[in-house]
Antibody
Framework: QVQLVQSGAEVKKPGASVKVSCKASGYTFTSYYMHWVRQAPGQGLEWMGIINPSGGSTSYAQKFQGRVTMTRDTSTSTVYMELSSLRSEDTAVYYC???????????????????WGQGTLVTVSS | DIQMTQSPSSLSASVGDRVTITCQAS??????LNWYQQKPGKAPKLLIYDASNLETGVPSRFSGSGSGTDFTFTISSLQPEDIATYYCQQYDNLPTFGQGTRLEIK
């Protein structure tokens, strides 16, 4: 069965970086794009970016450009999201979410997220 | 970015009631609209994709409709386990989510 298992909770100081992992199993890792979505406490869902696990290409939300880096390791079927220059407003649960197959066009790769990781709480506090 | 306006922000209904949530896009998104259910402390779960298609395994009391800019999500007969927050998500371009609707039992 498809599973996305994320790394554990993190506590970071302002200005630091955090790297969250998302290990996939139960399907062909390189066949499905992966998105990252975050949710601040008591707030809604915010899209951060996407990575193609096959070639490693990425696209980030403008809000996070310059601060976020998404990478992958095909040998372990794991994607990573690193966010730098952390501030208190980055306190949130971070989710990886798999994009359903067949939703990539020449201009975008977006559609229904059919499987989600369990979420990783990142707390930024001095 | 395409803005999604979801309403109401919260809703209280009785078991067995018909519940409707709406989502309006700031521009035409065809049928590029999904609905998710999120229970406290859990990840969102896909319920409806492409505006009106029921995800496999999701009870048939859930449904979605609409196209263009106006979309509706309906629970035909509310059950206690449906207590959650519901989000719409557009994917015409970069994905964006509605603000969410918190559903409570009256």
């Amino acid at each position: 069965q498809v599973q996305l298992v994320q790394s554990g909770a993190e506590v970071k100081k302002p200005g630091a970086s955090v790297k969250v992992s998302c290990k996939a199993s139960g399907y062909t890792f390189t066949s499905y794009y992966m998105h990252w979505v975050r949710q601040a406490p008591g707030q809604g869902l915010e899209w951060m970016g996407i990575i193609n696990p096959s070639g490693g290409s990425t696209s980030y939300a403008q809000k996070f450009q310059g601060r976020v880096t998404m990478t992958r390791d095909t040998s372990t079927s794991t994607v990573y999201m690193e966010l730098s220059s952390l501030r208190s407003e980055d306190t949130a649960v971070y989710y990886c979410a798999r994009l359903r197959l067949g939703y990539c066009s020449s201009t975008s790769c977006s559609g229904p997220f059919d499987y989600w990781g369990q979420g990783t709480l990142v707390t930024v506090s001095s | 970015d395409i803005q999604m306006t979801q309403s109401p922000s919260s809703l209280s209904a009785s078991v067995g009631d018909r519940v409707t949530i709406t989502c309006q896009a700031s521009q035409d998104i065809s049928n590029y609209l999904n609905w998710y259910q999120q229970k406290p402390g859990k990840a969102p779960k896909l319920l409806i994709y492409d505006a009106s298609n029921l995800e496999t395994g999701v009870p048939s009391r859930f449904s979605g409709s609409g196209s263009g800019t106006d979309f509706t999500f309906t629970i035909s007969s509310l059950q206690p386990e449906d207590i959650a927050t519901y989000y719409c998500q557009q994917y015409d371009n970069l994905p964006t989510f509605g603000q969410g609707t918190r559903l409570e039992i009256k």
